[in-house]
């Protein structure tokens, strides 16, 4: 077998759930080795959360929080706090291999569904200028399933077409697929839409690796919880103030009840009604112990922190980092807001892990069970544009 070193880099990198799949992946499959060479994101928490956990392991006091591109060492190790707008991309270091889980802002279903018309859909494009330079020889992109149906379908097409063909010449061997993360081992139904690209020239095919690779996973959330029990000195493991008002709301929710659910309007008093018109189904919601969270979100207002199945709380940021699948050690930088934005917008670590595990098993030479892709890219690419 022959070994191989990836050098990769990461737009939109986030705190690091991307990178740590990549890099437990890599740890597992044999002749296969992972340089972690620099990463981009805007928000200054995140790339202090990045560089300590991601960075500082492997390149100790040479890994570097820089401000442009032309700072990162050219040994790697560097993650650049800078706006993707102003980021100079030629000036990042040569890499094998990239990640981006582009912002998903205008493509979620939660939102108003904008996509390209909106200020982040269009953010795709700077990875697409990251395969024009660097021409990796494979790249891994994550968005929301909202993905697929934004612009009427117009947007998802372009996004594949300029993956595809990045620049005159090169072309990369596309394979997308709607990943529900709760069948690879998190314990979370978190559903996204990843894309894999292999550069045409590389004599290997990826294939989407089978849930039944996890199936023996406990992905309960009591489990996910409890298993090992949270020390209190956890890092991020603060908990919040609940007020006399939102703790005798949640007393009347058993466990998967949120604030508008029939049985607990019915006995809940008058006075701890919602009055609202929208009623979102995760405010105030309880988790079900014996089944994977609801998703894990990174912002919104009183009612949006997901909630103990029996305790009356909110949870706390180190137990949606466990929902996350991040690690006990992997520590947050920052205060209690932009924790949570983080955990929220990262990609599970478990999930990221199973993607990667499967590509870098692919160019091992290392058979692994597999599934169709449930994304047909022939029919989106063959859609007429309006």
């Known amino acids: 077998m022959t070994s191989q070193t990836f050098r990769m880099g990461e737009l939109f990198s986030g705190p690091g759930g991307m990178a740590l799949g990549a890099k437990l992946a890599a740890g597992s499959v044999e002749g296969i080795t992972l340089r972690h060479m620099w990463a981009n994101d805007y928000d200054l928490d995140t790339c202090e959360t990045y560089k300590k956990n991601?960075?500082?392991?492997?390149?100790?006091?040479?890994?570097?929080?820089?401000?442009?591109?032309?700072?990162?060492?050219?040994?790697?190790?560097?993650?650049?706090?800078?706006?993707v707008h102003e980021l100079d991309i030629d000036s990042l270091g040569e890499i094998d291999g990239f990640a981006f889980g582009f912002p998903c802002n205008d493509y979620s279903l939660v939102g108003e569904w904008k996509g390209l018309k909106g200020t982040y859909g269009p953010l795709y494009s700077y990875g697409v200028a990251v395969l024009a330079s660097k021409q990796p020889k494979w790249f891994v992109a994550e968005n929301v399933s909202g993905l697929s149906g934004a612009n009427e379908g117009q947007a998802f097409k372009q996004i594949l077409e300029h993956l595809q063909s990045p620049a005159e010449g090169l072309t990369y061997k596309l394979v997308p697929h709607l990943y529900s993360f709760d069948e690879y081992g998190v314990p979370q139904r978190r559903k996204r839409i990843v894309i894999v690209g292999i550069r045409d020239d590389q004599d290997v095919d990826f294939q989407v690796p089978s849930p039944e690779l996890y199936k023996d996973f406990d992905v309960s959330a009591k489990t996910a919880l409890t298993v090992p029990p949270l020390a209190v000195t956890a890092p991020n493991h603060d908990?919040?103030?609940?007020?006399?008002?939102?703790?005798?709301?949640?007393?009347?929710?058993?466990?998967?009840?949120?604030a508008f659910s029939p049985r607990a309007l019915a006995v809940m008093p008058k006075h701890l009604h919602i009055n609202t018109k929208t009623t979102i189904s995760s405010t105030y919601k309880r988790l079900e112990p014996n089944k994977p969270s609801y998703t894990v979100t990174g912002a919104g207002g009183g009612g949006s922190h997901m909630y103990h199945w029996v305790l009356d709380r909110a949870l706390t940021n180190r137990e949606k980092a466990r929902l996350q699948s991040f690690p006990d050690d992997f520590t947050f930088v920052g205060k209690k807001e932009s924790v949570r934005k983080q955990v929220g917008m990262a990609v599970p670590v478990q999930g990221a892990e199973a993607i990667f595990t499967a590509l870098f098993r692919t160019f091992a030479g290392i058979p692994y069970p597999f599934v169709n892709s449930n994304i047909e890219l022939g029919k989106i690419l063959s859609l007429t544009t309006k």
């Open 54 to 83: 991601i960075l500082e392991p492997a390149y100790g006091q040479n890994a570097k929080l820089v401000k442009s591109a032309d700072d990162v060492p050219s040994y790697g190790g560097g993650v650049v706090h800078q706006n």
């Open 239 to 258: 908990f919040a103030r609940q007020t006399q008002r939102v703790i005798e709301r949640l007393s009347y929710l058993r466990p998967g009840e949120n």
